[in-house]
Structures are given as structure tokens and as C-alpha cells.
């Protein structure tokens, strides 16, 4: 049993490169995606995942499937389209989340056709879905060194974040901190989508950044548990779908993204903290 869970890794350089950066997405993009959650702005994710597509095309039609063109197109795609998303919701009377369903809509498109200019329908899958077997040294230090940005700006930026999450009326009346606060989270967002994207596509970077996030509200209530607990949710999706990809044909990132979704259902049925059976248990009188 003990060989079935370490035989891979331990024999395959390919295993052990592809758990270390699913480790340092593990550990940066679930926290980001719980401010989201307790934010709303959960779809915004969605369609930020997306809105890096265009600028990565762009990378590589310019210099093939380089690593830094296609990391930094992805960057400033998405937060142009983050800003662009803000910019017209303030200017028009479309709210934001209608202004940024436009963007993701035109950005997902754009990106497909500028691939299928130049690629090959290979090359559109591995943007589409990444290719979390084939990290090389470049792609590791470039998930390890944003796992630690994104972990440490979340540490200085913590409590105006969760002030802003919770009472941001409150926080715009006592500090000038809320619209840099929101911008730095927005950069935080993009950030991690385009390490996502290194290892597990557009289509499914979200979901690492989500799917734990949602599941850990039914394990916890406050915003230091939910972080732990996403994160011990990543970790186990991480390392259970590289060992289901590796012992069967289902792909490495859909692979991570189907048991964290695995989790999410256990944890809606049998979470402590508002699951489905919990709320079926007769409770004490005053217990609420």
C-alpha cells in the first residue's frame, strides 16, 4: 500500500516536479479563493481564468510555448480585463459581474482563434488544459515563487481584506485602505490564475482556487480555518489525482479538479458546519 502511494514519485522525476508545483498551488490559490467566496465575486474567478487566455495566446504566437511570454501576456491580460470589467461598470450602468461575463466571453474566443492562427489543436489543449506532467525546472520556480508573493501579501493585506469582505462601508469610513486593497487582492487573483494555468490550463485553474475554498465553509466558520482547511483540501486533491492519473488514463488536471470536486460533494453532505446530514440531526433544545 505504502509503494502504491510513494512508488511513483519516488521513481519518476516527472511525479515528483508535478507534486511540488501542485503543492505550491495547493498552498496559494485555495486562500485566494476563499476571500472570493466570502467576497461573492466567485464567478469573477471563472471568468478571470479566462480573461488570462488572450494574452497567453498572444505569448505564444510571438515566441511559441516559452514560459515567460506566455506567463506575462497572461498577466497583463488579466488584469487589463479586470480593470477594463471595474472601469465600465463605474462608467455605465451594466454592473460588474454583467461587464466582466462580456470580457470572458470575448477573451475565450480571442484566445481560441489567436492559438488556432498559429497552432495546432495539441497546442490548444495544452493551453486549454495544461500539462502538470510536463513541468520543468522554469515552471516549478515560477509556481513556487508565486505561491510565496501571493502568501505574503495575503499576510499584510490580511485585515483590511477581511474587513472589506465583512463591513466595507465600515473600512472606506476609517482608512484609505479599501481601493488599494481591492486592487492588490485583483493582482493576487490574476497572479495565481496564471500559475494555475502553467500547470492546469485556463479551464481548469478555477478550480483549484474554488472547489476547496467552497468546500472548507462546511468544516469552518471563520476565515483562518476556512484557509487551513482549503488547503489541507488542495493537498489531498493534489496528490490523490496525480496518483489516479498515474494508475489510469484519465488525464493529470482533470484528474486534481474531479476529486476536489469529490470532496466538495462529501463535504456538502457530512460537513459540521451546514452539510446536508448534519442539518438532518435533531439538535437540543436552544442549540442553534
Not at 59 to 65: N, T
Not at 120 to 129: E, K, N, R, T
Not at 145 to 172: G, K, M
Not at 217 to 234: H, P, Q, Y
Amino acid at each position: 500500500m505504502i509503494e502504491a502511494l510513494t512508488g511513483p514519485f519516488a521513481e519518476f522525476s516527472f511525479m515528483r516536479r508535478a507534486l511540488v508545483g501542485c503543492l505550491a498551488l495547493s498552498l496559494s490559490a485555495p486562500p485566494i479563493g476563499v476571500f472570493l467566496m466570502l467576497r461573492r465575486m466567485s464567478l469573477m474567478g471563472d471568468a478571470m481564468s479566462h480573461a488570462i487566455l488572450p494574452g497567453a495566446a498572444i505569448g505564444y504566437l510571438l515566441a511559441g510555448l516559452s514560459l515567460f511570454a506566455m506567463s506575462l501576456g497572461g498577466f497583463a491580460a488579466g488584469l487589463a480585463v479586470a480593470l477594463a470589467a471595474g472601469l465600465v461598470a463605474r462608467s455605465t450602468v451594466l454592473r460588474e459581474d454583467a461587464s466582466l461575463a462580456a470580457f470572458y466571453l470575448l477573451s475565450l474566443a480571442l484566445g481560441v482563434a489567436i492559438i488556432s492562427i498559429k497552432g495546432s489543436a495539441i497546442d490548444l489543449l495544452h493551453v486549454l488544459f495544461g500539462t502538470v506532467l510536463a513541468l520543468d525546472d522554469t515552471a516549478i520556480l515560477l509556481l513556487v515563487s508565486i505561491a510565496t508573493v501571493s502568501l505574503a501579501a495575503l499576510a499584510i493585506i490580511y485585515r483590511p481584506l477581511v474587513l472589506e469582505c465583512f463591513d466595507p462601508q465600515f473600512l472606506r469610513s476609517v482608512s484609505n485602505l479599501s481601493s488599494p486593497t481591492h486592487l492588490a487582492f485583483l493582482v493576487l487573483v490574476v497572479l495565481n490564475l496564471v500559475a494555475g494555468f502553467q500547470a492546469l490550463g485556463t479551464l481548469m485553474a478555477v478550480g483549484i482556487m474554488l472547489l476547496p475554498a467552497i468546500a472548507a465553509r462546511f468544516w469552518a466558520e471563520d476565515v483562518a480555518g476556512m484557509f487551513v482547511t482549503s488547503v489541507l483540501i488542495a493537498l489531498i486533491a493534489s496528490i490523490t489525482g496525480l496518483l489516479a492519473s498515474y494508475y489510469t488514463s484519465v488525464p493529470t488536471g482533470p484528474a486534481i479538479i474531479l476529486v476536489c470536486g469529490a470532496l466538495y460533494v462529501v463535504s456538502m453532505l457530512a460537513g459540521a458546519k451546514g452539510g446536508l446530514v448534519f442539518g438532518l440531526v435533531p439538535r437540543r433544545h436552544l442549540e442553534a
